[in-house]
């Protein structure tokens, strides 16, 4: 009778990670597309509009300065109320933004801009607590999984923006419509979820506070380092295609190769935090993926053609995926429980977007004034570089 007893506990166990893991996937899902889809069609919309190149960056980076408000205030909401209530909140408020968006009305269209920001912020601060606290014995497999579902959604994205607004004729306004349906969708899966009784809510209150992680050097150094790959993509993912445009390459061709470097981005998702999580030391893993993203950039400013367009994307995908992963991870193993984890991620994400917020205005800025991408891209380079030094800190062996 008991044994019966335990196998069904068990089983209903093992049923509840299952619905998580759907959950997390479907977190997942709208976490990049919001952002993605509009780099290939920001060309279309500041001729329609009547924006600069820097006012149409607003329009990526508006979402990155809510990322630095709503990080750290996610992390505290969380503990208040539990991180999977928050994460319903945030789903909510980035289907609102996305609806908001797809309109010509400039306040709307900059107002949903910002709701996009803070409901992706709600969720990248509160995915690595909740895996942390689901999962711990898989932390490397369940951030692989669910950073490359991320990867797969954003280049999804990318790819059919462009079909959607113009070989469609449903126009910009479409293009980005579509991306509320998933939010939605997933606002109220998690609703239903957490109505399980079954559903284990994070009972752990351990005594860390944010401005105890605020005195950590390696803390910070996981912040920084943060910021440097949430500065590659965010710029990567906004200028790409005009930088491809502006080197010979059309319309077509330049959003099929952002498509694929983020395509690129989700096999190195998938591998990187495996080699990660085996490793005592990721110092050399961070070094090489920036080598990689150096020799990508200095090949794109060298040759000009398709050839050289599909290694060098290949090379920078592979790295900013990498990188962005291992940045991921380390909320989860550098940290010693649940709460450490999700106030660590509160604070590395919203320094990290902080930083990012003012990359796809000052990139749009520089080319505006040189009209040339030679600036910009050694600007990458040096970002590289930067994250390159802080991988010999944030690949060491240790505990926050």
């Given at each position: ?23 997390i996937?479907l ?29 149409v ?6 979402p ?8 750290i205030?996610?992390s ?72 490359s ?10 790819a ?26 997933a ?70 190769l ?34 990689l993203?150096?020799i ?6 060298l040759y ?9 994307t ?7 995926s990498?990188n ?14 649940t709460?450490?984890?999700t ?15 003012l ?15 030679t600036?910009?891209?050694f ?22």
């Amino acid at each position: 009778m008991r044994e019966d007893t335990f196998k069904k506990q068990e089983l209903g166990k093992d049923n509840t990670n299952v619905l998580i893991i759907i959950g997390i996937f479907l977190v997942a899902l709208n976490l990049r597309p919001a952002l993605t889809s509009i780099g290939p069609i920001m060309g279309i919309i500041r001729d329609e509009i009547g924006f600069a190149n820097w006012n149409v960056a607003l329009l990526t980076s508006l979402p990155l300065v809510a990322f630095a408000i709503m990080s750290i205030t996610s992390s505290y909401l969380a503990q208040k109320y539990s991180n999977e209530k928050i994460l319903i909140f945030g789903l909510m408020i980035l289907s609102t933004g996305i609806i908001f968006r797809s309109s010509t009305i400039m306040f709307l269209l900059l107002l949903g801009t910002l709701f996009i920001g803070i409901g992706i912020a709600v969720c990248n601060v509160l995915l690595p607590g909740i895996i942390k606290d689901k999962f711990p014995n898989k932390l490397s497999v369940m951030t692989g999984l669910y950073s490359s579902i991320m990867g797969i959604s954003a280049t999804v994205a990318s790819a059919i923006s462009v079909p959607i607004a113009k070989n469609m004729g449903l126009g910009w306004r479409n293009a980005l419509l579509i991306w509320a349906a998933p939010a939605i969708f997933a606002s109220f899966y998690w609703l239903v979820l957490i109505r399980r009784k079954s559903m284990n809510h994070i009972k752990e209150r351990p005594t860390e506070k944010q401005k105890d992680l605020l005195k950590s050097p390696f803390a910070w150094f996981i912040a920084f380092f943060m910021g440097c790959h949430s500065l590659l993509f965010y710029i990567t993912i906004s200028w790409f295609p005009e930088i491809l445009i502006d080197f010979g390459a059309n319309k077509t061709t330049a959003g099929f190769l952002l498509s694929y470097l983020q395509l690129v981005g989700i096999v190195s998702s998938l591998l990187i935090p495996l080699i990660a999580g085996k490793l005592k030391s990721q110092v050399g893993l961070v070094i090489s993926l920036n080598i990689l993203l150096i020799i990508g950039v200095i090949y794109l400013l060298l040759y000009h053609n398709d050839i050289s367009y599909i290694i060098s994307t290949t090379l920078i995908g592979f790295s900013l995926s990498g990188n962005f992963t291992i940045a991921l991870l380390l909320l989860s193993i550098r940290t010693k429980n649940t709460k450490q984890a999700t106030l660590l991620s509160g604070m590395a994400q919203s320094t990290g977007y902080a930083l990012a917020a003012l990359g796809p205005i000052v990139i749009g800025f520089i080319y505006d004034i040189t009209r040339d991408w030679t600036i910009p891209l050694f600007l990458l380079i040096l970002l590289a570089i930067c994250s390159s030094f802080l991988g010999l800190k944030i690949g060491q062996n240790k505990f926050i």
